[in-house]
């Protein structure tokens, strides 16, 4: 049996190169729990679930260009992509927010994420 998430943590799941890690590393800098889920690796579907539950769920997504400008990399493809996304389905679509990471930079994903934690704390706690 899993412990209760504590409250504000977050998991963190995308495709490769989609900025889960500088994502989780500028959450963890703010003292937010925060980790990422390896999802699109696995092919069982609710992976991001099982291990070190959290209260919300992010996705980040990215495309294939994005993918091989981050990475420095010529060898992604649209099919490496779609594979990886039809393994994060599940997570996407029980995600809280949704983030496309395109073009954004990584201060603007973290100010998203961090404005959507305090509006769900506000609501958690006006409730």
Not at 24 to 45: D, N, Y
Request: net charge positive; aromatic share 4%.
């Amino acid at each position: 049996m899993n412990a209760p998430a504590p409250a504000g943590s977050v998991k963190v799941v995308g495709p490769c190169k989609a900025g889960k890690t500088t994502l989780v590393t500028r959450l963890r800098a703010l003292g937010i729990p925060a980790r990422a889920a390896a999802q699109e690796h696995s092919g069982v579907p609710d992976t991001w679930q099982r291990f070190a539950p959290a209260r919300h769920l992010v996705y980040l997504d990215v495309d294939v260009a994005a993918m091989k400008e981050r990475s420095g990399r010529n060898d992604w493809t649209e099919e490496i992509l779609a594979e990886q996304r039809r393994r994060l389905q599940h997570a996407r679509q029980h995600a809280d927010l949704v983030i496309d990471t395109v073009g954004i930079p990584a201060d603007e994903v973290l100010r998203q994420v961090v404005a959507f934690l305090e509006a769900r704390r506000n609501t958690e706690v006006a409730t």
